[in-house]
Nanobody, 127 residues
């Protein structure tokens, strides 16, 4: 079992920035791929970003982004703090949604919207 707790949401004006955090527990964090999804009112949950984990003999990590957030959002992880972050810049009103953290050992599973989920944090961008 993996427990995920998101934080950092809030109300921000268009053009502003927020940083979301997701603290994980229950499994070895350094072996979990992590992701962010969002769900706006009346819409389906959609993929935002995902980050993999470093394998043996490889120090890099995979990152994936939805086209709608590329260049504005950055996903990162701090294995020492068991936390994944989503830095959101140049926010737009259409970014308003509940943002959910997801986790699984496989980044493919995370990207497909499966695995473990947090309870979500509300992000509201005013125009």
């Amino acid at each position: 079992q993996v427990q995920l707790v998101e934080s950092g949401g809030g109300l921000v004006q268009a053009g502003g920035s927020l940083r979301l955090s997701c603290a994980a527990s229950g499994r070895t964090f350094s072996r979990l791929a992590m992701g962010w999804f969002r769900q706006a009112p009346g819409k389906e949950r959609e993929f935002v970003a995902a980050i993999g984990w470093s394998g043996i003999g490889w120090s890099g990590v995979d990152t994936n982004y939805a086209d709608s957030v590329k260049g504005r959002f950055t996903i990162s992880r701090d294995n020492a703090k068991n936390t994944v972050y989503l830095r959101m810049n140049s926010l737009k009103p259409e970014d308003t949604a509940v943002y959910y953290c997801a986790a699984d050992p496989s980044i493919a599973v995370v990207r497909d919207g499966h695995g473990y989920w947090g309870q979500g944090t509300q992000v509201t961008v005013s125009s």
